[in-house]
C-alpha cells in the first residue's frame, strides 16, 4: 500500500475512477513463472534439459520442455503425451516441481479472494491486473488494505448507515395491510410528529442467492490524482459543487499544486473559483501566475464574488464581503490587465458599483488613473451633477432665507443660514475659496451673537456663483450625453440593426463577437429571409467560435428540421430551472441544417486536429447514448455522475425464452440488411473509381468524383461499425438464451434531522408516464400503493431523528415488467423536502436505487445490489433524480431541481414543471459522446477498429465500464470520466 499520499486524495480517487494506489509492483503470475524456474534450475536431475515458459496465470502454464510443449492446470498435466516416455524421470520431477510451486500459489491466492469477497458483498470486484498484485500480498498488507478499501467502499454506495423504514417487513407488509389500517398508521404518526411507529414483529427474510454485474476496481498511481485534477482545472464546463470540494481537498493536503495547474483556464467560473483556491493556499500570492489568465473585467467581478463565498454564476443575490488590503491591490492589478472594460463594466454596473464600495478604486487612481475612470464611467457625469446640484441648492435656501429676513430681520433666526452654510462645507473641495472664506466669515459673526440690524450679505457673490453652476451642470449632462452615446453597449446597437431590419449591418456587427453570433444563429435564420446569406457570414466566423458553443449549436440543429410538439429551456445557474411554452418554432429545412452542422464539423476538426495525434481507438455504439456534459455545475456528488440526458442500461434485463429468440431473429434481419447496404455501397465505390480512372474527365469533375469517393468511403465505414455491432450484439444474445435475469427496482432514500436539531421530513414519490407521457398515476405518502403497476411505498416518515441518530428510510419498489404489461413506460422519480429546508441545508440526505430479482428476499438493503446512490445537495427542496424507461430498460440521468424552495411540495401538484424536465431529457437536444469522439479521431488521424481486442499500447477505448481485464497501456475513458472529456476532448488546441 502507499502510505505517503494523503488518505483524502486516494478516497477522491476510487470514488471517480475505481482506482487503488498500490506501490507494489510484483504480480502473482511472476512469482509463480519464477519460482517454477528456481526449482527446475536447482533441481540436479532437470540442469541439462532444454526449458522455457511459454505462458502462465494463476491456473495454468505452458511449458516447453525438451522441444514438446506441456500443458499443466492446477498442477497436473492437461493432456498425455507419447513423447513424454522419452523423458519420463525429467518429467516426474518437472511434474513434482510445478505442483508444489501450484499449492503454494494457491494458498496464498487465498486471502485475496477472501479480500475480494468482501468487495462482492459491496458490489465492487478487483480487475485482473490488481488481483494478481494483492495476491503477492502478505496477511497484515491485505488486513491494512481493507481496512482502507472497505469502510470508503461502504461510505460510496450508501452502506455506512441504517436503512430504517416504517413498515419493515416491506413490501410484503404494505401489500397485505387493509387500506384502512395503512391509514390510520400513517395518521398516528403525524398527530406524534413522527414518534408513532405501528408495533411490527419483524419476520425473517428469505436467503436466495444474489447475481450481480460487478465494478470493477483497479491499480492507479499517483500521476493519476494530479491528471484528475488538472482535468478539472481544465474543464470547458462549469465545475460542480463537489468538482470545487475535491480541488479544495487537493490544494489543502497537496503542497505543490501550483506545478498541476493549467497555463489557460478556458472556463470563467472555473478559472474565478481555481484562483480563489491559490490565493487562500498561498503564503505568497503567485501574482505573475495568475495575472496574466485575468483578461476580460467579468472575470475580476466573478473572481470578487467567489471571494465573498458567492457562486460564479453571478446568477443570485451577492454581497460583497470587506476585502483586505492585500485583496484590493491584487483585484485592482487585475482589472488593469483587462481590456474593453467599460462594455463589461456596464453590463454589470449594479454588481461593479458594489464591488467600488468595498475595494475604494478612488485611492489608486495616481497608480491606475484610466483604470479608475473607466471603473467610474459615466457615473463620474453623474457625481458631479449631483454635486453642483446640492451646491444650487444651498445657495438658494441662503438666498431665499436672506430675502425673508431683509422683509422682517426680527422675525427669523440665523439656524437656516448656519445650516446651509455648514452643508456647503462638507462639499468643500468643490467650492471656490473665496465664497468658502466670505462665508465662514459670516458664519462666525452670527455665532458671536452680532446685532440683527447690522448683518448683511453680499447677494452677488452668491448669485454668480448660482448662475455659474447651472452652466456647469448643463455641460456636464451634455457630456454625460456624449459618453453614453460614444460607448453605447454592443446589444443596443444590435438590437437597434434587426429593429430597423439593417439585417447586414447587424450581421457584420455580431461576426465581431462569433460566440454571441452563434447563439443568435436560429434568431437570425427566423428574421432573415436569404438563409445562404446567413449561412455564409456563420460559415466565416465558425474557426473562432469556442468548442462548446459549436458542440451546442449542432446539438440544437440536428433536431431543429422536427416538430416540436413543446418547447423546453434550460435557465442555467447555481440551481438549473426548466422552463416548458407550448408556443413552439416553425422547423427549419432539412438542408439548411445539415449545412449548419457540416460547418461545425469542420470548425471542431479544426480546433482538434493539432492535439496529440490518435492511434488505434475503440468506440462502444453505447457511447451514442451519452450526452455530451454541458450543465455539470448544478450535479450532486453521486457514485458515479452521468451528464445529464445520458442513458445507461439496467443491468438486468429479463426476457422470455420466445423474447430472445424473436430478438436474435431482428438483430440478424437488420445485419442482413446492413449488409446489403454495404454491398450496395462498395459497387457505388467501384463505379465511383472506374469513372476516376477514365482520362477523358476534366479537373473539375474529377474533384466532384473524389469528394463523392469521401462521402461513400464514410459510408461504408459507419455501415462496417453498423455490422460489428450487430454481431457483437448476436453473439451476445445468443450467449444469454435461456439465461434469467433480474430486473425489479427498489429506490431509497435516507436522512436525518439537521445538527441544529431541526425536524426533517424528506418524501420519495413517482410518476408513471405513458408513451406519450399521459399521466397514468403516482405513488408517494399520500398513496403508499398502485396495485395495477404493482408499485409499492415503505411508508411516509416525517422525522429523520437525531443527527448522530440511526436515520430513517423509505423505499418504493417496482418491475419494468409490471408497468410495461399494463401501458404504461417512463417512472419519474423525485424527492422533496416537505418542511421546506433546502436540501444543500441539511447535514445527511442520499438517495439511489437496486436492482434485485426478488424484493421480499434477503436484507432490505442488499449492498451488492446498490446500483447508484447521490447525496443530494440541490439548493431547492425538490429533485428529479432519475426516469426510467421500462420499455427500453435504461435509465436516463436527470439531476434537476422540480420546484423551487416550496414548502408543502408533493408529487401530485409538481406536474407542469415534471413535464418540463421529460420533453428536455427524454429526447435532449444535445450531441452525444459517439459523435464527439468521432470527430476527434477524424481530426487526430486515429484509426477506429471493431474490438478491444485489436487494441495495444498507446490506444484508447471508449467504453461504458471498465472491464475485468484492462490492457496494459491501453487508456480506458468511461462516460462517468466527465473530467477527462471535458478537459481533452471539448476543449480546443487552438487556445
Known sequence: MNTSIDKDLKKILLRRRNKVIIDSNQNICDVYKNEILNGIKCNDNLKNCCYSIESINETVIIIKFNNILLEFENGEIKKNIKEIETFESE???????????????????????????????????????????????????????????????????????????????????????????????????????????????????????IEVQYKNITIGKEEDIHELMYNLMNAAESISEQDIKDLETYFNKYKDFNKYIPETICNKENLAIITNLIIKNSEEIPIDKIIPKFNVVTDVLRLSAVMSGNSASLNNKIKFKSFSNRERRLLMQLLNNCGNRLEDFFRYRNLWERVCERIHPGKYRSTYPDLVDDLLGAYKFKKNSKAYKKEIESYEKILNWYNIFNNNPKSKSFSIFIEEIEKLFKIRPKIPNEIFEYLNNAKCKCKCNDSENEFSIDVSIIKERHDKLNVMLVESSKQMKEYKQNNRRFSSKVEAKLSNKEFDEAMNLLSQKPGVFSRRLDELLSKVSD??????????????????????????????????????????????????????????????????????????????????????????????????????????????????????????????????????????????????????????????????????????????????????????????????????????????????????????????????????????????????????????????????????????????????????????DFDPDEILSNGGRYIATSVISFNGLAFNKLDNCKFGWMEREDLNSNELFEPKTVRQKLDINTEKTSTTPVIFDCKTREIVWVDATLTGNKICVCIENSKEPMNAILYYYLNPLKCNMYDLFDLHIQARGGKLVNTEEELSEGDVAFVPYLPYKCKEGVKYIRPTDLDIVLSEYMTSALD
Open 91 to 209: 518429467f516426474i520431477a518437472l511434474s513434482k516441481i510445478i505442483k508444489e510451486e501450484t499449492e503454494k500459489i494457491q494458498k496464498r491466492m487465498v486471502l485475496s479472494l477472501s479480500f475480494n469477497e468482501n468487495l462482492n458483498n459491496l458490489g465492487y470486484s478487483m480487475d485482473e491486473n490488481m488481483f494478481r498484485v494483492v495476491s503477492t500480498f502478505s496477511t497484515n498488507e491485505i488486513d491494512e488494505l481493507n481496512k482502507e478499501l472497505i469502510p470508503a467502499l461502504k461510505e460510496i454506495i450508501g452502506d455506512n448507515v441504517w436503512y430504517n423504514p416504517l413498515y419493515p417487513n416491506f413490501p410484503k407488509q404494505v401489500i397485505e395491510e387493509k387500506r384502512a389500517h395503512l391509514y390510520l398508521y400513517a395518521l398516528l404518526h403525524y398527530w406524534t410528529n413522527g414518534k408513532f411507529y405501528p408495533f411490527t414483529e419483524v419476520e425473517e427474510r428469505n436467503k436466495t442467492p
Open 531 to 812: 438563409d445562404d446569406k446567413v449561412i455564409g457570414y456563420f460559415e466565416n466566423i465558425a474557426p473562432k467560435v469556442s468548442v462548446k458553443v459549436l458542440l451546442s449549436l449542432k446539438g440544437y440543429f440536428q433536431n431543429r428540421f422536427k416538430k416540436l410538439k413543446v418547447r423546453v429551456f434550460l435557465i442555467k445557474g447555481k440551481v438549473s430551472k426548466h422552463c416548458l411554452k407550448t408556443k413552439v418554432k416553425e422547423e427549419l429545412d432539412m438542408s439548411v441544417c445539415e449545412k449548419i452542422c457540416e460547418i461545425c464539423d469542420k470548425a471542431l476538426i479544426n480546433h482538434f486536429k493539432d492535439k496529440p495525434k490518435l492511434n488505434n481507438v475503440y468506440l462502444s455504439e453505447k457511447m451514442k447514448k451519452q450526452i455530451i456534459p454541458l450543465d455539470i455545475r448544478s450535479a450532486s456528488s453521486a457514485m458515479e455522475t452521468y451528464s445529464k440526458g445520458s442513458r445507461f442500461d439496467l443491468f438486468f434485463k429479463k426476457l422470455t425464452a420466445e423474447e430472445q429468440e424473436q430478438h436474435i431473429k431482428d438483430l440478424n434481419i437488420e445485419l442482413a440488411n446492413n449488409e446489403e447496404i454495404l454491398k450496395k455501397n462498395e459497387e457505388e465505390l467501384s463505379h465511383l473509381k472506374n469513372d476516376l480512372a477514365n482520362e477523358e474527365k476534366t479537373e473539375e469533375e474529377k474533384k466532384k468524383i473524389n469528394d463523392e469517393i469521401v462521402k461513400v468511403n464514410n459510408k461504408i465505414r459507419k455501415i462496417n461499425e453498423e455490422i460489428s455491432n450487430n454481431k457483437n450484439m448476436i453473439e451476445f444474445a445468443n450467449s444469454r438464451l435461456g439465461k434469467d435475469k433480474c430486473n425489479k427496482v427498489r429506490l431509497f432514500i435516507w436522512w436525518t434531522n439537521t445538527k441544529k436539531d431541526e425536524r426533517v421530513d424528506i418524501d420519495l414519490s413517482v410518476m408513471i408516464y405513458d408513451e406519450n407521457l399521459v399521466d397514468l398515476g403516482h405513488v408517494s405518502f399520500k398513496n403508499l400503493g398502485n396495485d395495477k403497476y404493482k408499485i409499492y411505498h415503505s411508508g411516509d416518515i416525517v422525522d429523520g431523528g437525531d443527527f448522530d441518530g440511526d436515520g430513517v428510510a423509505e423505499f418504493i
